[in-house]
T-cell receptor, first 110, second 116 residues
Framework: KNEVEQSPQNLTAQEGEFITINCSYS?????LHWLQQHPGGGIVSLFM???GKKKHGRLIATINIQEKHSSLHITASHPRDSAVYIC????????????FGQGTRLTINP | NAGVMQNPRHLVRRRGQEARLRCSPM?????VYWYRQLPEEGLKFMVY????????ESGMPKERFSAEFPKEGPSILRIQQVVRGDSAAYFC??????????????FGEGSRLTVL
């Protein structure tokens, strides 16, 4: 079993819909990142969380440390949000190794 | 601040040749990660380096692969005697923080290695 699991693996929605992507992890972490990878391959860091909730524009990220779970929400989704969204955690033991989920491929249709 | 710079962006090698991939982190960042992304797959951790130290290389194959981050200059990922299975995108990310201050991650554009 992977240390970081994302769901769903693929998500297709219509423009304007509210999107939720989930990330569960099984290890102790010091921080969690949400990343976005566009078809061209470039990766952008969206959020870094160690507790609570963060908001940036139409994106909201939450984390529940006790439940070892994080969610990424997109409000009023738009076709330009189509990308792969990746959850990554800094494992707290040892050397702060960064472990990735397998990614969620989001497609927003106009 | 030019961000994380990786070069070359594209590299073609024949089987048995060596590949050297370079990563210059963000200015002021002393922590570098290397990841590999095989076609249609997710990112896989390879190695975590601080200046002059390998902190965690548990994701790197024991043979043919090596990484360094010297006191001066970029971090280098070196693949000797490349095989077709090494064809992938290799990403570098840097951040400023240490064990208790992880900071924001910044990624390079990746180096795409093709082995013929």
């Amino acid at each position: 079993k992977n240390e970081v699991e994302q769901s769903p693996q693929n998500l297709t929605a219509q423009e304007g819909e509210f999107i939720t992507i989930n990330c569960s992890y099984s290890v102790g972490i010091s921080a969690l990142h949400w990343l976005q990878q566009h078809p061209g391959g470039g990766i952008v860091s969206l959020f870094m969380l160690s507790s609570g909730k963060k908001k940036h524009g139409r994106l909201i990220a939450t984390i529940n440390i006790q439940e070892k779970h994080s969610s990424l929400h997109i409000t009023a989704s738009h076709p330009r949000d189509s990308a792969v969204y990746i959850c990554a955690v800094h494992i707290i033991q040892g050397a702060q190794k960064l472990v990735f989920g397998q990614g969620t491929r989001l497609t927003i249709n106009p | 601040n030019a961000g994380v710079m990786q070069n070359p962006r594209h590299l073609v090698r024949r089987r048995g040749q060596e590949a050297r991939l370079r990563c210059s982190p963000m200015k002021g960042h002393s922590h570098v990660y290397w990841y590999r992304q095989l076609p249609e797959e997710g990112l896989k951790f390879m190695v975590y380096l601080q200046k002059e130290n390998i902190i965690d290389e548990s994701g790197m194959p024991k043979e043919r692969f090596s990484a360094e981050f010297p006191k001066e200059g970029p971090s280098i990922l070196r693949i000797q005697q490349v095989v077709r299975g090494d064809s992938a995108a290799y990403f570098c990310a840097s951040f400023s923080g240490g064990v208790s201050n992880t900071g924001e991650l910044f990624f390079g554009e990746g180096s795409r290695l093709t082995v013929l």
